[in-house]
């Protein structure tokens, strides 16, 4: 089968830096993108690895071990408005296959 | 630039009704997907499309049915509504696989049937 793995659940305080993890097991790969998504809203794209290493886009960077299947995306420099759910995607052939999400609690 | 335009926003069905649920881009992307996603969950595929009169099944297909006549539009029809399809319904469109693997996701339906 195919299934992604990231925590359900992160806490972090303001300022901070954090690292969300997310392992992959799909029957195709084409690269892991990052989503993010404000409850209520739609998800957005942060970024997306095709190649092993760190792609740095501002605050956000995310690092991709296709060896190890597995990938992160870590948020620097933590502001109140990045609380929000944040989901890794294998870009598997057709598809987007989705992790479950990782609701990023951040605390003043 | 409209992007990926999605209705109704909101909805209350009665179970047994059936409903479309609309979905358009601008992009001119090959690729479109339907979503729906339960309280706290991520995001399950009900049928995605890669071009104009492809179709397939995703994830959760059953008690649901699409169509792509053209590149822009891509309705999921509901047929006999039940409570279990209570969610909330994204359509999220994108150019090609690799660097252009960007989505890009429509506002989002909330369904309710009771």
């Known amino acids: 089968g195919q299934s992604l793995e990231q925590p359900s659940e992160v806490t972090a305080v303001e300022g901070a830096i954090v690292q969300i993890n997310c392992t992959y097991q799909t029957s195709g790969f084409y690269g892991l993108s990052w989503y993010q998504q404000h409850d209520g809203g739609a998800p957005t794209f942060l970024s997306y690895?095709?190649l092993d290493g760190l792609e740095e886009t501002g605050r956000f960077s995310s690092f991709l071990s296709r060896s190890d299947s597995y990938g992160y995306l870590l948020l620097q420099e933590l502001q109140m408005k990045d609380s929000a759910s944040y989901f890794c995607a294998v870009d598997s052939n057709y598809q987007l296959i989705w992790g479950a999400g990782t609701k990023l609690i951040i605390k003043p | 630039n409209a992007g990926v335009t999605q209705t109704p926003k909101f909805r209350i069905l009665k179970i047994g009704q059936s409903m479309t649920l609309q979905c358009t881009q601008d992009m001119n992307h090959n690729y479109m997907y339907w979503y729906r996603q339960d309280p706290g969950m991520g995001l399950k595929l009900i049928y995605y499309s890669v071009g104009a009169g492809i179709t397939d099944k995703g994830e959760v297909p059953n008690g649901y049915n699409v169509s792509r006549s053209t590149t822009e539009d891509f309705p999921l029809r509901l047929e006999l509504a039940a409570p279990s399809q209570t969610s909330v319904y994204f359509c999220?469109?994108?150019?090609?696989?690799?660097?252009?693997?960007?989505?890009?996701f429509g506002q989002g339906t909330r369904l309710t049937v009771v």
């Open positions: 690895n095709a």
């Open positions: 999220a469109s994108r150019k090609e696989r690799g660097q252009e693997t960007e989505a890009f």
